[in-house]
């Protein structure tokens, strides 16, 4: 996904999940909120995820709990840090890490955001997701996290295809990956499209 590794989860594995969604005007039935075990250290997080009927507003809050109690809130715009999945497009604060069709529309696709931590040698116990209250429905497929600086900052909102992106962002290293920290998110107990309950594990990140 442009240059960033990351392990989205298989729906067929995981009772036909593979992303965290939260409440929407599409999906009021979704959690409003929803907490990620971290339980590491990493100096940079990286987001993939995309939200629907998008608004040019916070669409989604990000409250990273560190061991000491404390908090750092990251906001997510949308049009920025979130793209519309119906019609993605990079930013200067995200780009399209992922395009595909479905069969109703043919382009589909996921924006990558990159978040640099202050506070890098601090353990942080979780992430809290958080819907804005308006009409958006947002999502994260996937998160990833390591212990080197930001990597693409250059290149957000350039407009580079893709294939540029790999490339540059691959190219800083002998290695075709970052350094990455492992990222286990338990599903459990998060509702499905129908509202009902279900238990399931899966894990997003590399």
């Known amino acids: 996904f442009g240059g960033i590794p990351f392990e989205i989860v298989d729906p067929a594995a995981n009772a036909g999940r593979s992303l965290v969604m939260l409440h929407g005007k599409q999906n009021p039935k ?25 608004m040019r507003a916070v669409n989604l809050v ?68 958080s819907d804005s209250g308006n009409s958006t429905t947002p999502w994260i497929a996937a998160i990833t996290l390591t212990t ?13 295809p893709v294939e540029e992106r790999i490339l540059l962002v691959q190219g800083a290293h002998k290695e075709p990956a970052i350094g990455l920290a492992k990222l286990k998110i338990p599903f459990d107990a998060v509702p499905n499209h129908t509202g009902a309950r279900s238990r399931a594990c899966g894990t997003v990140g590399c």
Request: glycine letters at 10%; charged letters at 30%; a negative charge.
């Open 30 to 54: 979704m959690p409003r909120q929803v907490e990620i075990p971290v339980d590491a250290t990493f100096r940079t997080a990286y987001f993939l995820g995309a939200s629907a009927n998008t």
């Open 62 to 129: 990000i409250d990273v709990r560190y061991e000491d109690g404390s908090f750092e809130t990251i906001p997510l715009h949308g049009r920025e840090e979130l793209c519309e999945w119906s019609e993605p497009r990079g930013s200067d604060s995200a780009f399209v890490a992922g395009e595909g069709k479905n069969p109703i529309q043919d382009r589909v696709g996921l924006c990558c955001f990159e978040w640099e931590n202050r506070r890098p040698h601090s353990k942080v116990d979780y992430m809290k997701l």
């Open 148 to 160: 080197q600086g930001p990597q693409f900052a250059r290149l957000k909102g350039r407009g580079a």
